[in-house]
T-cell receptor, first 113, second 115 residues
Framework: KNQVEQSPQSLIILEGKNCTLQ??????????LRWYKQDTGRGPVSLTI?????NTKSNGRYTATLDADTKQSSLHITASQLSDSASYIC????????????FGTGTRLTIIP | ETGVTQTPRHLVMGMTNKKSLKCEQH?????MYWYKQSAKKPLELMFV???????ENNSVPSRFSPECPNSSHLFLHLHTLQPEDSALYLC??????????????FGSGTRLTVV
């Protein structure tokens, strides 16, 4: 069964600090992995998308890594800001003609001043 | 706004009511989706439409009835819901049902409360 597990479930850090969120998956055949940011009361917004051959991808202060051998991904946030407070969802795609997405439950990140 | 607009943003309905959720996208996408997001659970795919045809129905109870009159609009008709149906209902679109190069664009969702 395809699964995506994220850790930690929740995280609180001081503004300006860095943090790393983890995503482990058992999805096959693997197509791509996406990180989404979901603000409270809003829909998810895509941060990065990574395919099998990509090890790292950055989007501003967000850097995602992918290790396809160990089936792990991380999202590193540098110099956190209050606006980074949100849920971060890891989504892994399997490709069977149409795309099948498996969602993680997300990490709830809170940035405090 | 992301280009996918959902209305209403909030909805409270009784178990005997009939209501509809609306989703509209102006991105030129050909595939649209309904997802259910309950607290502390992963997003659950409900329905997939590609070029206005339903291509996936993930064992969703018949009290949820989707409608896709054209590639820009998607509705979710609700009737005789249960309290456990209370959740955030998200609409999404993509270039095609393979997800496309740019993935999925989500709306802001409708927060549904069934009383």
């Amino acid at each position: 069964k395809n699964q995506v597990e994220q850790s930690p479930q929740s995280l609180i850090i001081l503004e300006g600090k860095n943090c790393t969120l983890q995503c482990n998956y058992t999805v096959s055949p693997f197509s791509n992995l996406r990180w989404y940011k979901q603000d409270t009361g809003r829909g998810p917004v895509s941060l990065t998308i990574m395919t099998f051959s990509e090890n790292t991808k950055s989007n501003g202060r967000y850097t995602a890594t992918l290790d396809a051998d160990t089936k792990q991904s991380s999202l590193h946030i540098t110099a956190s800001q209050l606006s980074d407070s949100a849920s971060y969802i890891c989504v892994v795609s399997a490709r069977f003609g149409n795309e099948k997405l498996t969602f993680g439950t997300g990490t709830r990140l809170t940035i405090i001043p | 706004e992301t280009g996918v607009t959902q209305t209403p943003r909030h909805l409270v309905m009784g178990m005997t009511n009939k209501k509809s959720l609306k989703c509209e996208q102006h991105l030129g996408h050909n595939a649209m989706y309904w997802y259910k997001q309950s607290a502390k659970k992963p997003l659950e795919l409900m329905f997939v439409y590609s070029l206005e045809e339903r291509v996936e129905n993930n064992s969703v109870p018949s009290r949820f009835s989707p409608e896709c009159p054209n590639s820009s609009h998607l509705f979710l008709h609700l009737h005789t819901l249960q309290p456990e149906d209370s959740a955030l209902y998200l609409c999404a679109s993509s270039q095609d049902s393979t997800g496309g190069e740019y993935g999925y664009t989500f709306g802001s969702g409708t927060r549904l409360t069934v009383v």
